[in-house]
Structures are given as C-alpha cells and as structure tokens.
C-alpha cells in the first residue's frame, strides 16, 4: 500500500466549478499535512497547511481528518490558472530530528473554459 | 526570503559520463538539503537527506555511491550522478530547510537526459 494514496484525475471542468481533492495516509504517526501544487515539468510548489480544525485561503479550503486518516482540497470558483497537479504530502519526523516529506503521485486539474 | 537556486536546469549528457547539480540557499541558512526524484507522471521520491558537515542519510534502494552528495557549507548541496545511464533520466529537485524545519523550499528542479 502507498504512503499517501490520490486519485491521478484527471478532474476536467469548466470555470467556475467547485472540485474536490482527496488523499489518504497510511502512518498515523504523519504530524504535519500539506496541499502543494505542480506545474507541468516545474518545482512543487506549498498551496497550504492542512489542520484537524479546517484551514481556508480564498477559494481554496483544507481539511484533515486524523481518526480516519484522510485529507481534502475544496477549490471553490475555478479558474484557468488553477490547472495544475495537487500533491497531497504528509510530514514523518525522523530520528536525528530531520524530517522528512511524503508526497503522492498526484491529482491532475484541468479547467477548461 | 526563502528562495532555493537550482542549477542546472536542464542536462544532456553521455552514457558514463558524471553530472553535478548544485543547490543554494539564497537567503537562509539551509542546515538541512534534500534531493528527490521525479519520474514522468510519478511522486517525488526522497533520495537522501542531508546535513551541513556530515555524511548523507539515503532512502532504502538509492545507491550511495552512484549518488553522491556534497553538503559542505550551509548554502550549498550537490549531487553528483556518477556514470550515468539512461534509467538516470528524471527530474531531480532540491529542497532546503532553515529554522523552521517542517518547511521545505524548493529549488526549480534539473531535468536531466542521458543519451
């Protein structure tokens, strides 16, 4: 079984649309979750934190679940510039203190006019 | 603030021939680098991590020796592909951690290909 298992998409729709994300996570000692985005043959880069109480920045909602082990991305009013591919990444503490980031293969976006 | 610098970006080389790939840590001081790669329509796989002055930690399956790793100042990593061999083509992206240490930046990724 993956670390942290995503549906690849890809999602197709149009402006405007709400479309969600999910991701579960195998290690239930994961202590920090994150959304990042990729652009095609770019760096991840962080869209944002994910914590147990929900966390919003404008259009776009996180929200974890620690009992079931499970995370979520709400895009809310989509837009073109939004296609991307979402990574659903998790934070393992390693021994040494280092640690050490999780990342899943990926949910593709494409929003189409 | 928190800007990585990866370079190359993009490397074409021969079979067997070795390729270095630096990151810097432009504006911070990076006590520890990370390299990953990234195979077409993969995750991001951890390589090794590693640690300003001391060897590097390699994940289960990398080879140590074809992958060698530099981390001699607090700014600057590098990754050597000794020999490489066209299964050596992917996307390999640092990332740099500073005093907030479950924040990782990351660099803009080398794409590179063996012939």
């Known amino acids: 079984r993956k670390e942290v298992e995503q549906d690849p998409g890809p999602f197709n729709v149009p402006e405007g649309a709400t479309v969600a994300f999910n991701c579960t996570y195998s290690?239930?000692?994961?202590?920090?979750f994150f959304w990042y985005r990729q652009d095609c043959r770019k760096e991840p880069k962080l869209l944002m934190s994910?914590?147990?109480s929900g966390n919003e920045d404008g259009r776009f909602t996180a929200q974890l679940n620690r009992a079931s082990q499970y995370i979520s991305l709400l895009i809310r009013d989509s837009k073109l510039s939004d296609s991307a591919t979402y990574l659903c990444?998790?934070?393992?503490?390693?021994?040494?203190?280092?640690?050490?980031?999780?990342f899943g293969a990926g949910t593709r976006l494409a929003v189409h006019p | 603030g928190a800007v990585v610098s990866q370079h190359p970006s993009w490397v074409i080389c021969k079979s067997g021939t070795s390729v270095k790939i630096e990151c810097r840590s432009l504006?911070?001081?990076?006590?520890?680098m990370f390299w990953y790669r990234q195979f077409p329509k993969q995750s991001l796989m951890l390589m090794a991590t590693?640690?300003?002055?001391?060897?590097?930690?390699?994940e289960q399956g990398v080879e140590k020796d074809k992958f060698l790793i530099n981390h001699a100042s607090l700014t600057l990593s590098t990754l050597t592909v000794t020999s490489a061999h066209p299964e050596d083509s992917s996307f390999y992206i640092c990332?740099?951690?500073?005093?907030?240490?479950?924040?990782?930046?990351f660099g803009a990724g080398t794409r590179l290909s063996v012939l």
């Open positions: 990332s740099a951690t500073g005093l907030a240490k479950n924040i990782q930046y």
């Open positions: 994910v914590y147990s």
């Open positions: 290690n239930s000692a994961s202590q920090s």
């Open positions: 590693s640690n300003e002055g001391s060897k590097a930690t390699y």
């Open positions: 504006d911070f001081q990076a006590t520890t």
């Open positions: 990444v998790v934070n393992l503490l390693q021994a040494g203190g280092y640690n050490k980031l999780i």
